[in-house]
Nanobody, 124 residues
Framework: QVQLVESGGGLVQAGGSLRLSCAASGRSFSGDTMGWFRQAPGKEREFVAA????????SYADFVKGRFTISRDNAKNTVYLQLNSLKPEDTAVYYC?????????????????WGQGTQVTVSS
């Protein structure tokens, strides 16, 4: 059974940091592009960041503006999202996703596998 399991979310004050992890199981994702999306209450799910299979290419949403960093460890079948300088507007459920599509897709429907999400809450 293919699974993506996110962890690392929590409550943090504005300006703080969190490191999200997404552990994959059931098959190797070393050849897939991995992405992070987020969904705030009452809003559409939106793209945050993605990384290709070799870590040679990454892409970020404009609102990230150098605050977040995506990385991966293929040996551990895990992808990470480092969140720095967090703002209250970053409050959302963060989802990990995987796709075998070439490049760095930014649309949800391009991703086949999804985790259940981890809550990030940033207080002001």
């Amino acid at each position: 059974q293919v699974q993506l399991v996110e962890s690392g979310g929590g409550l943090v004050q504005a300006g703080g940091s969190l490191r999200l992890s997404c552990a994959a199981s059931g098959r190797s994702f070393s050849g897939d592009t991995m992405g992070w999306f987020r969904q705030a209450p009452g809003k559409e799910r939106e793209f945050v960041a993605a990384i290709n299979w070799s870590s040679s290419s990454t892409s970020y949403a404009d609102f990230v503006k150098g605050r977040f960093t995506i990385s991966r460890d293929n040996a551990k079948n895990t992808v990470y999202l480092q969140l720095n300088s967090l703002k209250p507007e970053d409050t959302a459920v963060y989802y990990c996703a995987a796709t075998s599509r070439i490049g760095i897709p930014k649309k949800q429907f391009d991703y086949k596998y999804w985790g259940q999400g981890t809550q990030v809450t940033v207080s002001s």
